[in-house]
Every structure is written in C-alpha cells, then in structure tokens.
C-alpha cells in the first residue's frame, strides 16, 4: 500500500464542525451533533452539528432577508461575478485539502480526486462568466393601437433551498451554488449526512471572498429532519435537489405548500450499448469504468450493458478480465482505482442485489462478494462484479443498484437494442460503443435519455447541459438551459406613441 497522506488537514482537527447561517458558524439549535465515518477503515472522523427544522428557519430567514433587503441586491453580475472568481482561486489554493476530505469521507480515491481539478475549477469559472452573460431580449410585438416597446428581464427566483447526495461532494455544492451565485438568489444548502465535511469548507472560502452574510447559508442534518424542514419551508421559492426519486417524490409533494420550483436530478439505470463493430480495445475499459467509476456511484453509470450477440462471450470474457484487474482499497493509497461504498448501508444495500443476482439466476464473472481480507475487513468495500446472461425482467437489470455491479445482456437487431435501451423509468445516461456512424445517429436520436455518450461515457462539460427524462428528473445541471430554472422571467410593456 503506498498511503499518500497519513496527516488530517487542519479542518479536521479544529473541534465539532458547525453550520454556517448569515455569516457565522454556529452551534444546532438543539446542540446536537452527528458523526461522520471514513468508510476505508470504519472509523470516525469528524463530528458535525446536526441541523433541524429550527437550523432550518433561522437559515431560511437568513436567506431572505439578504435578497429582500441586503447589499446582496445591490451587486452586479461584476460583483457577482468577482466573487465566484476569487472562490475559484481559492479553492484552486486549497485543491489537495478538499481532495483529502473527499477521499476520508466518502472514500473517493484520492488519485481520482486529485485529477478533478480542471473540472472543479472550470464549473466555479464557468458560473463566474455566466454571471455577466445572462440578460433578456427586446421582443417585437404586433399590439394595434399604437407604438409599445417589450422587452424581458431576467430576474433571480428568490431563495433556493438546495438538497444533495454524497456521491461528489464538490460537484454537488458547484452546481447548486454556482447559479444561485451568477444570478443572484441566495441559499441555503443542505448536503448529505455521508459527506458533509467538503460543502462547509467550501462554505468557509465563500466567506472569504467577500459574499455578504445570509447569501449562502449551509446546514448539515439528516433528511428527514433539515432536508424535509427546508422542502417544506414557505420562505423558500425554489428547490434544486440531487438524490433518489422516492425522496425527489417526498420533495415535490412537500414542495406544494407554496407551489416552489421544484428542479429534480434522480436516479438511473443507464443502458451502454456495444455493437459488434465496436473498437474493443476502447469498449473494453470504456464500459466497464462507465459502471464502476466511483465505485459505481454514479447517478448515470452505465449498469445495463446490452452487447451484440456475435460478440457476447467474447466481450464479457474481455469484461471480466479488466475489471479483475482493477485496484480496490483504501482511498488514500495512490494505486487504487476503485474505493469502497460510502457507508454500511450502502454495503448492504449492494450485497443485497448481489445476492438477489444469483437468486435471480444471473452468471457471476468477477466480483460478487464483499472483500474481507484483514487489510480492507473494516472497509465497505465490494470488488467490480459482472453479471452475465441478465435477463431484462430481473430486478438487477431494472433497479438503481448504485455499487460496482454491471448487468450484460445480448441484442441482435437495431430495433430491438433500442427498445431494449428505452425499457426503464429511468432516462438519464446512454452509451453506445460502434464504428459506424448511422447507428451512433441512430441511436443518439432514439435513445430516451438526457445524454448520449458515443465511443465515450460520462463526459461533462460546464457548457453541456446535464439531466434527466422520464423519471430521472427534470431540470438540467450546467449549460445555459440551467439557468431558466433560477430566473422569473418578467414581460415589460411601455406605451411610446
Ligand atoms: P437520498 O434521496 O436518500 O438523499 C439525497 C439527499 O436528500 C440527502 O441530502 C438526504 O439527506 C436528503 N433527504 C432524504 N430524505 C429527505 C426528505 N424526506 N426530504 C428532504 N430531503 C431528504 O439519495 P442518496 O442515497 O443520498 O443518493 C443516491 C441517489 O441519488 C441515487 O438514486 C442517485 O442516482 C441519485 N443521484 C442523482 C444524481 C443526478 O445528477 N441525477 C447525482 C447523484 C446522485
């Protein structure tokens, strides 16, 4: 094993981590507090306060007294703008410590994480340009009668209350604070109670670039607790969420209140097609990483993985041998590829649909079984498994197992593969792995989903829109579509002759 940081980052080591409401850290209300666990070894590493329906209020109303009456008002999207600049720059500062974070709390490994920089930096800049590149339009209108100018103004939606997973922290807290920052709503963020360490010292940068106090407010807690208190909440006009569609289906209900703006990134069971035609030596990897990358938790990670039948035996053959080869440990030890879940119940939750797969009557080729050697015993840690002869009925072909499990079932023709490919609730990943580029069209125009990746899987780009169909969501992350969901559009008359 080669660990590449035995030393804890100073955040670490300064005492119970707080919650940060108009502008301070500050105790829960009912004092309590939540541990949190590095799921590499089992052991605790930090102890958070945890927020309630009372956290919650003060936030709230933190939140809206800076965007009905703050200096908040008064920035413009320079200001703004300036603000998601200097974060940018400390965050680029502090790179090496929010990885550490992230590798000890959600046990991404740290290698991975490291080599997400470029992206990080490049979400937080992208939201900074956006901040002076929003704007309405004059529109011209046929009203008789005499001469009236239109135009639109795009005006923030008020206060977002945001609601995510653990499974990117970071990422996570971009997207849903980068808009709220570049058009000028204010916030307050829930994170996950499995990874709440990176979001409050993104929060502590935050406060050091200037942003007025209540603009951004973040209150760790459980769900059903702050999460429900925050969906709830008559102060709040928006929620973003990111998580599960039982707990997006709680969100919009509890939403109805006050008729929020609900936005919803859910879950997936995303088909990754591959023809016989295909270039295995990039299919290969390729498909497997789309499954197991994160160890398999990824909202869009490709889990049904349907396969020419010319080919099946071979590939699944192929499959198997790399995913064999794929390091898994500790996420501080620099060689390792796949890190552990992030929590026992995760563990469980993934045994749980190993064991069904085998019930089921699916073909174990690799993995299958929790490791429990005495280096990883203490570890959530299940190797890469490939399930072959899935057959489309079965639950592990049908359910988000959200662990390093792919499901490989064989297609013949072109009509089949796409209905096979659309046979889900689910539409929010796809891939397709062939060299020819009709069927790539072909499927890139017919696959229900709000993403298509041909011979690539799980490219992001700031500029690229990503989410949901069906009951994967709605609502998009990034790209210009995002916006729309953070602004009231306003029409504007005037009588000038
Ligand atoms: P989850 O739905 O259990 O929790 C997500 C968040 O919601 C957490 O912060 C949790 O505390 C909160 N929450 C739970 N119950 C709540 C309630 N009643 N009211 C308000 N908030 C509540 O999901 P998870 O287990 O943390 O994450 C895994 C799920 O997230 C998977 O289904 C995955 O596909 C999905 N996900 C989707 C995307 C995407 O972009 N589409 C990205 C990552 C994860």
């Not at 709230?60 to 200097?86: S, T």
């Not at 990080?120 to 992208?126: A, S």
């Not at 502590?204 to 999460?227: K, Q, R, S, W, Y």
């Amino acid at each position: 094993m080669n660990i590449i940081a035995q030393e804890r980052p100073a955040f670490l080591t300064t005492g119970p981590k707080k919650m940060l409401i108009d502008g301070r850290w500050v105790e829960a209300a009912s004092g309590k507090t939540f541990e949190t666990v590095n799921p590499s070894t089992g052991e605790a590493i930090a102890t958070i306060a945890e927020g309630e329906r009372e956290d919650v209020d003060r936030a709230v109303a933190a939140a809206r007294k800076a965007f009905d009456e703050g200096p908040w008002r008064k920035f413009k999207p320079h200001d703004r703008q300036e603000i998601l600049l200097k974060l940018a720059d400390l965050v680029d500062r502090n790179f090496e410590e929010f990885a550490l974070i992230d590798a000890l709390e959600m046990g991404e490994p740290i290698t991975r994480r490291k080599n997400a920089r470029r992206r990080v930096l490049g979400l937080i800049r992208y939201y900074a340009g956006m901040a002076t590149a929003l704007h309405g339009e004059t529109v011209e209108n046929s009203m008789p009668g005499g001469d009236f100018t239109s135009y639109t103004l795009r005006e923030p939606v008020g206060v977002v209350g945001a609601i995510v997973p653990w499974n990117g922290p970071m990422v996570s807290w971009i997207w849903k604070l980068g808009p709220v920052l570049a058009t000028g709503c204010t916030a307050v963020y829930k994170p996950s109670e499995e990874a709440s360490l990176s979001a409050l010292r993104l929060g502590e940068l935050l406060c050091e670039t200037g942003i007025p106090d209540g603009v951004v407010n973040i209150v760790p807690g459980f769900g059903h607790a702050a999460g429900a208190a925050l969906a709830e909440h008559p102060g709040v006009d928006k929620i973003a969420f990111t998580g599960s569609v039982e707990t997006g289906q709680k969100i919009l209900m509890a939403s109805a209140g006050n008729l929020k703006r609900v936005t919803l990134e859910l879950g997936g069971k995303s088909p990754d097609i591959v023809f016989a035609d295909a270039d295995m030596e990039l299919a290969v990897p390729g498909a497997a990483m789309a499954c197991f990358g994160n160890t398999g938790q990824v909202c869009s990670a490709g889990t049904r993985l349907i396969v020419e039948q010319s080919v099946y035996d071979e590939f699944n053959e192929r499959l198997a041998d790399f995913s064999k080869t794929l390091k898994v440990g500790n996420s501080l030890d620099a060689e390792t590829q796949i890190g552990p879940l992030v929590s026992k119940k995760q563990l469980d939750r993934v045994s749980g649909y190993l064991d069904l797969g085998r019930s089921e009557g699916a073909r174990v080729l690799s993995g299958g079984e929790r490791l429990s050697d005495p280096d990883r015993a203490n570890g959530y840690f299940i190797p890469p498994t490939v399930f072959r002869d899935v057959k489309p009925e079965m639950r592990i072909a049908r359910e988000e197992i959200f662990g390093p499990v792919v499901s490989t079932m064989p297609f013949t023709d072109m009509e089949e593969v796409a209905r096979r490919a659309n046979d889900t609730h689910f539409g929010l990943g796809s891939g397709v792995w062939t060299r020819d580029v009709s069927k790539a069209h072909y499927l890139a125009k017919n696959i229900r989903a709000g993403s298509v990746w041909i011979n690539c899987y799980q490219m992001m780009d700031p500029a690229m829109p990503f989410g949901g169909y069906k009951m994967s969501g709605y609502g998009r992350e990034s790209g210009t579509a995002q916006f729309d969901d953070y602004l009231n559009v306003k029409a504007v008359w005037i009588r000038t002759a």
